[in-house]
């Protein structure tokens, strides 16, 4: 991914990550034509064995166990070489401004890491919310502290960058292959799954289910991609076929909860007024009612025909 926050004028720089473990800085100027590499942070399985074997390491010198420490430290050293380095499977930039040395990475494992194009070798901080691979990982568009992840452990959650448990988790019954937030509303985002659905979140209306799933007959769906000038969408499925679709007017902006607070106490204030207003009684003569004026009406058209009549046949 492009890395767009450089102060070197006429620098290009993007960064990568592999299964290998590794994110690299790949930076090229307008008078080089070689690209210039960078190890930024090699993820590894045994950081937290390190650090056991670091605390057992001073203990151990403390207690003068010296066969000890170095039993414990070779143990350390073949469970590292089992495991390896930790595999990377995406990351997301920060693009909010004074957060953008701010990125973070999903791995196979299903760790998250926040880490800074400032700080190298090392993370900043670790979220432990996934128990299976992290397939996609992403910042919101429109706030600077709040991302969301997708995992094969068929799980969606929604972090805040210092809170080290999930602000929300959704479970989906199955593997979620993509995630990706609406560019035109804060609170919406859309998930593809491996059994074909497109479901629509927002948190403004509903956190606990999705507003209009869709599912495409039974194909796996891999990833999902919005269009920032147009209401339309790309999904890429198993297959390898891409489709693109139209959004309905209602995913495509929120409900403005203080607007229908607003609007439904104008409502009850009308409806308080049309109450207290006085009632007034009308009371209808005895020869203006209905009975009555039928029957006159009745007796002018009978006039009306007797006079009409010949005289002479009287």
Known sequence: KWYMHFNEPGEYVFYSISSD?????????????TLETEEVILLKYSDVLQQEQ????NNNENLGNVSITESASKEK?????AFGNAGGMCFSFNHHKGFEHYFIIGTEEGKIYLCSTQHREHTISNFEGHTMGVY?????????????SCSADWTIKVWHYKNYSPLIVYDMQSAVGDLSWSP????????????????????????????E??????????HIAFNKNEFVFITGNDRGKVHLWKMAEPLRVTVDKKELEEKEKEKKAAAEKNTNL???????????????VKTRKTYIQKHNVMANLNPFLL
């Not at 006085?278 to 009555?292: A, G, H, R, Y």
């Open 213 to 222: 799933p869709k599912r495409y007959k039974d194909t796996a769906i891999n």
């Open 77 to 81: 050293q073949d469970e590292a070489l």
């Open 278 to 292: 006085p009632t007034t009684k009308i009371v209808i003569p005895p020869n203006l009612q209905e009975d009555n």
């Open 21 to 33: 473990g590794r994110v690299i800085k790949w930076s090229f100027y307008n008078n080089k034509t």
């Open 54 to 57: 670091n605390q057992n390491t």
């Open 136 to 148: 996609n990982i992403s910042w919101n568009p429109f706030h600077p502290k709040v991302f969301a």
């Open 184 to 211: 035109w509303c804060s609170t919406i985002f859309a998930t593809v799954n491996v059994s074909g659905d497109i479901k629509f979140f927002d948190l403004n209306r509903a956190r606990k289910a999705p507003l």
